[in-house]
């Protein structure tokens, strides 16, 4: 049941304001919609490219055309040698108060010609005290570190342990288990108030951080420890714990202090900077004396790296995925936003190689992408919108057959043209008579007849049996086919049933259709 990835807190919330059982209803059509479309996109991209390649050529879940296109892509761009672009610029250190402060032109120089001018200006104020003036001054709590959710784990797991995605799930899943630490499976890195207190009692320097309402978080949290005492852990598990332990006291460590702002002009130029005191100093806005201590000159460039590392793509990944979706508070991170189970299934599968950290696509992946590339099935910005309207589901905002009927609409079109392309598969003119516009010359593939105007099809194989070249001239020319022995049901059984073309001109059993005929 989908409803089992949910955290117990989260069943809990929905059922306390169920409004007689609603809230789970659209939580669970939510999930059941989003199974139902994983389950038509593995069912016909895979068996679409077993036409070409043999089966399990390319076993796909719904994300990984699209993410495996973000890979290539980035992969590619990567690759690109862009010309070096130099910039330049300057710095003033000096002080103001037997304070140390670090000041820089608000502009920067593409000629080092330039930045030289302004360097030997002011090198001649060296040593000087000049006027300058305090514009801001901020209290200021830096939190160096967020909590870990789901995402961040994954990717700081492949950079500091090299485990992969479905290694640094197993081992946190055991953690959680064992009550070592709160859900692993979070899309969120605050904590609700109501932790407050316990979290203030093991970490007293955690009295400033910003707990949340409970209301902005439902059903789970970010990944914090337990206060139980880690015991009998495997080598995978204990790493796993000791980086949530380490991250999570890293993020109630905070440092308190004052920020300055400072704003000079000094020989016609502009120069801005900011300096940290103590939490305890005094400082007001106005007219102070800077000393000027040291003058340097730096150039900086732009610089493409060299290898795409398996962190740097997940983070992306994950940036684009679930970061400022329409995602109900209810609904937490389930399969379809899970991005590194999206690079593990690549990687098992040999769509992407993997070594020391850098991944790259392979020529299978290749293969693939000349196939789909092309096709809306590798547009992560329609995969996005797509996850983003099943979750609306859970706020009732739209009924559910017209999403799911929508979603059909789009796939099959899609598939159609990959089983349909005439250089992988051969073809020729049936002659039969389209039933959808009234054209002539239906065209027969190995696993469609297919009208190239309107895009009307017919499968050849449908529930487990092969239709006959009688079967398809009777669908054709009357629209329904004489009993059929050979189908088989969800529980492998073989049934009698005749075919029809329904009004939606798809092919289905007339019993599902018979209010067509009626």
């Excluded at 070096?84 to 037997?98: A, E």
């Excluded at 209290?139 to 995605?165: C, S, Y």
């Excluded at 693939?368 to 009732?396: P, R, T």
Aim: charged share 25%; aromatic share 10%; net charge neutral.
């Amino acid at each position: 049941m989908w409803l089992t990835t949910l955290s117990n807190r989260a069943i809990t919330y929905a059922y306390r304001n169920r409004e007689s059982g609603r809230n789970i209803t659209r939580i669970a059509r939510s999930g059941f919609v989003h199974h139902g479309m994983n389950f038509l996109f593995r069912a016909n991209v895979e068996q679409a490219f077993a036409q070409m390649y043999g089966k399990q050529s390319f076993p796909m879940e719904r994300m990984d055309i699209a993410a495996l296109w973000l890979l290539c892509n980035s992969y590619d761009n990567m690759k690109v040698k862009l010309p070096k672009k130099t910039r330049y610029g300057v710095g003033l250190s000096g002080k103001w108060g037997g304070k140390d402060a670090q000041l820089v032109p608000t502009e920067i120089w593409c000629k080092e010609s330039d930045a030289q001018k302004v360097y030997e200006k002011l090198m001649k104020m060296n040593g000087k005290t000049v006027m300058a003036e305090v514009v801001e001054v901020n209290p200021k709590v830096e939190w160096r570190h967020e909590l870990l959710n789901m995402a961040t784990l994954q990717e700081v797991a492949i950079d500091e342990l090299g485990f992969l995605p479905a290694r640094t799930m197993a081992a946190a899943d055991i953690l959680f288990e064992k009550g070592l630490i709160s859900s692993p499976r979070s899309s969120v890195t605050s904590l609700p108030y109501h932790l407050k207190r316990h979290v203030e009692r093991r970490f007293p320097e955690a009295k400033a951080f910003p707990f949340c309402p409970e209301e902005q978080i439902p059903y789970c949290h970010g990944i914090i420890t337990t206060e139980r005492t880690p015991l009998f852990l495997s080598d995978d598990e204990q790493r796993v714990y000791e980086l949530i332990n380490i991250r999570t006291e890293m993020a109630f460590d905070s440092a308190r202090c004052i920020e300055v702002g400072i704003a000079a002009n000094i020989e016609g130029v502009g120069l801005f900077g900011t300096a940290e005191l103590p939490d305890d100093a005094e400082c007001v806005t106005g007219n102070i004396e800077f000393t000027i201590s040291g003058v340097s000159i730096y150039s900086f460039s732009e610089h493409s790296p060299e290898t795409l590392t398996a962190a740097t793509f997940l983070h992306d990944l994950n940036e684009l995925v679930n970061t400022g979706g329409d995602t109900p508070l209810l609904l937490p991170v389930s399969s379809y936003r899970d991005c590194g189970a999206c690079l593990q299934r690549l990687i098992d599968n040999g769509f992407v190689k993997y070594l020391l950290g850098d991944i790259e696509p392979t020529e299978k992946a290749r293969v693939l992408l000349s196939h789909a590339g092309h096709l809306e099935l590798a547009d992560i910005g329609k995969f996005i919108s797509q996850i983003d309207e099943v979750d609306a589901l859970a706020e009732n905002r739209k009924p559910t057959k017209p999403v799911m009927r929508e979603y059909e609409s789009w796939i099959h079109p899609l598939i159609l043209s990959l089983i349909t392309d005439k250089k992988s598969f051969a073809s020729k003119i049936s002659g039969y008579t389209c039933p959808k516009c009234g054209n002539h010359g239906l065209t027969a593939f190995p696993a469609t007849i297919a009208c190239e105007c309107c895009g009307f099809s017919i499968p050849r194989h449908f529930h487990g049996y092969d239709l006959t070249d009688k079967d398809i001239e009777q669908l054709v020319r009357y629209k329904y086919t004489s009993p059929i022995y050979g189908f088989i049901d969800r529980k492998g059984r073989k049934f009698c049933e005749s075919l029809v073309i329904d009004n939606r001109f798809g092919v289905t059993f007339s019993a599902k259709a018979a209010k067509i005929y009626s």
